[in-house]
T-cell receptor, first 109, second 112 residues
Framework: GEDVEQSLFLSVREGDSSVINCTYTDSSSTYLYWYKQEPGAGLQLLTYIFSNMDMKQDQRLTVLLNKKDKHLSLRIADTQTGDSAIYFCAENQGNMLTFGGGTRLMVKP | DVKVTQSSRYLVKRTGEKVFLECVQDMDHENMFWYRQDPGLGLRLIYFSYDVKMKEKGDIPEGYSVSREKKERFSLILESASTNQTSMYLC???????????FGSGTQLSVL
């Protein structure tokens, strides 16, 4: 499958904003997703954006989509220690979702 | 809420053993998936099923098989476990293809 790429690690201080970036390759993707995985748990859908949108906001979360550059980002405002987790972006390719490698977000008190 | 349940949280098996990982979902979803998760590699799709008795290979099907005899249950089978199959295995389901996935909590399998 095509590659979905994310940086491996991000460290921020509590109260700062976090921005997690993702690049994807399939321009025909209908939806792009952000999943969160807390330690010892499965993945939980955090938010998603339809491909004809360029921004979606949901409380502290803002998703930005740049279709031209195939770039997706997740911004978490006022990051809390409970936001420490691995964040995966995913795109649909045909009948399957393809995941990035995950970005580990560490929030320092 | 959709619930996806994986039968075991941790499993330890020996090389050469036959291993069954079970997954059950309670929302009548059409599609079910098995992924493995390895550090630095993210999630890789092993197999998926879009209907009872139907299965499709994902990106890394070698060494695995699956069974979907009932809509709610999707089993992953390691015919002869090997040490390189030590991993976290995640089951997921979705109502329609391309829809958001709901994940189980994962099974950490260690093959010694």
């Amino acid at each position: 499958g095509e590659d979905v790429e994310q940086s491996l690690f991000l460290s921020v201080r509590e109260g700062d904003s976090s921005v997690i970036n993702c690049t994807y390759t399939d321009s025909s993707s209908t939806y792009l997703y952000w999943y969160k995985q807390e330690p010892g748990a499965g993945l939980q859908l955090l938010t998603y954006i339809f491909s004809n949108m360029d921004m979606k906001q949901d409380q502290r979360l803002t998703v930005l989509l740049n279709k031209k550059d195939k770039h997706l980002s997740l911004r978490i405002a006022d990051t809390q220690t409970g936001d420490s987790a691995i964040y995966f972006c995913a795109e649909n390719q045909g009948n399957m979702l393809t995941f990035g490698g995950g970005t580990r977000l560490m929030v320092k008190p | 809420d959709v619930k996806v349940t994986q039968s075991s949280r941790y499993l330890v098996k020996r090389t050469g053993e036959k291993v069954f990982l079970e997954c059950v979902q309670d929302m009548d979803h059409e599609n079910m998936f098995w992924y493995r998760q390895d550090p630095g590699l993210g999630l890789r799709l092993i197999y998926f099923s879009y209907d009872v008795k139907m299965k499709e290979k994902g990106d890394i099907p070698e060494g695995y098989s699956v069974s979907r005899e009932k809509k709610e249950r999707f089993s992953l089978i390691l015919e002869s476990a090997s040490t390189n199959q030590t991993s976290m295995y995640l089951c997921a389901s979705s109502l329609y293809s391309n829809e958001k996935l709901f994940f189980g909590s994962g099974t950490q399998l260690s093959v010694l």
